[in-house]
């Protein structure tokens, strides 16, 4: 177990902001997690991945946590169903590439998606028409409140869009341990979200792709027009792509007739965050060391030395702007802290 004081926490965050901690505890086996536990309770403190998901404003007066447990096992079955089981500290993109070299194409939409397994499952992270709750079959994490290991099943966590339980009245009460996903071989992923079919069609690849078909077609277009953070501090996607009732949808369209949207199942419509930030003439432009990025506006980075605070004042102005034009509020996808 790691156990550090003064802790700089620059290189567990990539947004690349020049914060510390008071102190930093990294637990590497379920038994230490028990011990780390009966540290935290009637403490202030902070539950961690690989801060790919996180604005940090300020030097953290509190315990900062991280999991390093980096297992990965898979059983499989004789019909081609599969339980993959992996540390929270495993890296996302790792897990993909992995499940991919075993023939299972059923996380290759969500590859090059920045972070790790146990923020997975508490983020509900999705892109190109798949979310991670489709696959998670169960969680094992270790309750602050009482040091028991408990085993927290899908349907408990009440996935939504980028959110569950672990965000609202079970945030900072687990340490999460480990993260099992539900894989079959027979998986048919989907290929009409955003631009991923014309991606396989000019690679030359028509019909079902393989999954490592696949992979590649979405880390291509991922890699086109979203920034590297270890070369561009940001943290991805920095809002979520607003829903709006199907009445607000058709008032917008009616001005903005060429409006992108996705129709959900209950009838509203999912509006690209990064169409309405581009039509406020945000793609590109700065505030000091903070700027919108030039290819993908959802994107907000740090152009050097940034300070979360900075990050912040543009994230407000983006959001006034989007607010004022299309009466939508913007919300962060990223915690800021």
Same mark, same amino acid.
């Given at each position: ?5 003064? !802790? ?6 990539? %947004? /690349? ?19 780390? @536990? ?10 961690? /991945? ?17 999991? @390093?447990?980096?297992?990965? *096992? ?5 019909? /081609? ?26 996380? @290759? ?20 028409? @798949? ?29 939504? !869009?980028?959110? *569950? ?27 009409? !979200? ?32 979203? #920034?590297? #953070? ?6 991805? $996607?920095? %809002?979520?792509?607003?829903?709006? $009732? ?20 209950? /009838? ?44 912040? $004042? ?24």
């Amino acid at each position: 177990m790691t156990d550090r004081y003064n !802790y700089s926490l620059l290189n567990h965050n990539t %947004f /690349g902001i020049a914060v510390t901690c008071r102190r930093f505890i990294e637990y590497a086996t379920i038994d230490e997690a028990i011990s780390v @536990a009966a540290l935290l309770r009637n403490s202030t403190y902070m539950l961690i /991945g690989a801060g790919s998901n996180l604005l940090l404003t300020a030097d953290y007066e509190g315990t900062v946590v991280h999991s @390093a447990i980096d297992s990965i *096992s898979l059983t499989e079955q004789p019909d /081609g169903q599969a339980l993959l089981r992996c540390g929270s500290g495993v890296t996302w993109d790792d897990i993909v590439a992995w499940t991919v070299e075993q023939g299972f194409s059923d996380l @290759a939409n969500l590859s090059l998606i920045p972070g790790e397994a146990g923020a997975s499952a508490v983020q509900n992270i999705g892109a190109y028409g @798949a979310e991670v709750c489709q696959f998670v079959h169960d969680i094992t994490a270790i309750d602050i409140t009482t040091g028991q290991r408990v085993v927290i099943n899908n349907e408990e966590c009440q996935y939504g !869009y980028r959110d *569950s339980r672990f965000k609202h009245e079970w945030k900072d009460r687990f340490l999460i341990t480990h993260v099992s996903y539900a894989l079959d071989r027979h998986c048919k992923p989907s290929l009409d !979200y955003g631009n991923l079919r014309t991606e396989l069609e000019r690679q030359g690849i028509s019909g079902s792709p393989t999954p490592q078909q696949l992979r590649q077609a979405v880390i291509s277009i991922r890699r086109a027009k979203l #920034p590297d #953070p270890s070369e561009l501090g940001n943290a991805g $996607s920095f %809002f979520m792509n607003p829903v709006v $009732s199907s009445e607000l949808y058709k008032e917008l369209s009616t001005a903005y007739p060429d409006m992108p949207h996705y129709t959900l199942s209950d /009838g509203s419509e999912k509006i690209p965050a990064a169409w309405l930030i581009d039509q406020c003439g945000w793609k590109g432009r700065t505030m000091g060391p903070a700027g919108v990025n030039q290819k993908q506006p959802l994107v907000l980075v740090n152009l050097g030395g940034a300070s979360g605070q900075d990050i912040v $004042s543009l994230c407000r102005a983006v959001q006034r702007d989007v607010q004022q034009r299309f009466g939508i509020m913007l919300k962060p996808e990223v915690n800021i802290v």
